[in-house]
């Protein structure tokens, strides 16, 4: 009887085994840039930053920023990004967007008072040293 319910546990695991290698992985992919300049507009309901905002502006000398667009209800980007290598991004509704060494302007909605929106509005143009864009 053990006998049989080891036999029958191996089989299983077996067949799980042989199961789990014929499900696709879902990968992402991941575009890397580098001295360009970036133009990002859309809805988005996460953008984070190392500096304080001003009425939902701020002008951007060599920060961070990383902008995150995750399949919320309205969520939708537009980015461009130009030479030496360009990069085209049209109504992604997964996809992040991290800037490094940044110099430009960022306005994002969501600390705004002027303009109330739900995903809060997002704009972008900036030079960048590194930027790395991640969707799917």
Known sequence: MKIRYRLLGLLFVIICLFLMN???VVQATTDYFTDSVIL????SNTVSSTLLWLLGMKCIFNRRVIIQVH???G???FALILPPKI???F???NIVIQI???KGLLFWGEKSLIFENDPPHIFALCKARDIWVTYD
């Open 91 to 93: 109504g992604h509704e």
């Open 75 to 77: 969520e939708k980007i």
């Open 100 to 102: 490094f060494g940044a």
């Open 87 to 89: 990069g085209f991004y």
């Open 71 to 73: 399949h919320g209800e």
């Open 40 to 43: 990002v507009v859309g809805k």
């Open 22 to 24: 014929l499900v696709p």
